[in-house]
């Protein structure tokens, strides 16, 4: 059986993953994945049959890049942070020459742009990921809108076999 659902007569609409699959591909437990999405992490769960529930596979990749772009970002900033927190420990030695001072100080400018810089690509990923998850609304909302009228039209095919095999019971 396939992990991932598709629906055949509309290939616009994302496709579905069942939560197992969406945790192998985080790396995460089954259960670490249900608590995320609880959070508001990740989401939103859509029913898939009776017994099964899925991610819309564009909000995990989404997510996953997300995560990613994050990670660089952070790491950036830190070794941004060590190397302003080195530059401050060496102005306040007592042997630093007028000419370090001013490298130093030229190094700290340069660091602070960086850091702005790295600042307004965060921003800019949070902007993207707003739009990302503003998206995986409205195509979650497609496919519940598409689930209710599957649904209505299985009841009402059902319902027309019932009547051309019993019609007796119907009249």
Known sequence: MS???????????PSLERLQTSARRLGVSVRTLRRMIERGD???LVKISAGAVGLPT??????????????ATASLFEEM????????????????????????LSETVANNKAMDRLFSETVANNKA??????????STKALDKFFDE??????????????????????
């Open 3 to 13: 992990e991932t659902t598709r629906n055949p007569a509309s290939p616009e609409l």
């Open 129 to 138: 990921m707003d739009q990302l998850l503003s998206e995986t609304v409205a």
């Open 58 to 71: 564009p909000a995990v990749t989404a997510f996953i890049e997300w995560r990613i772009a994050n990670a």
């Open 81 to 104: 942070a060590r190397k302003h927190a080195a530059v401050e420990a060496e102005l306040f030695d007592s042997a630093l020459t007028a000419e370090k001072a001013d490298q130093l």
């Open 150 to 171: 599957t649904a209505e039209r299985n009841d009402r095919i059902v319902n027309a076999v019932a009547n051309i095999t019993n019609p007796q019971q119907f009249s």
């Open 42 to 44: 990740l989401g939103p």
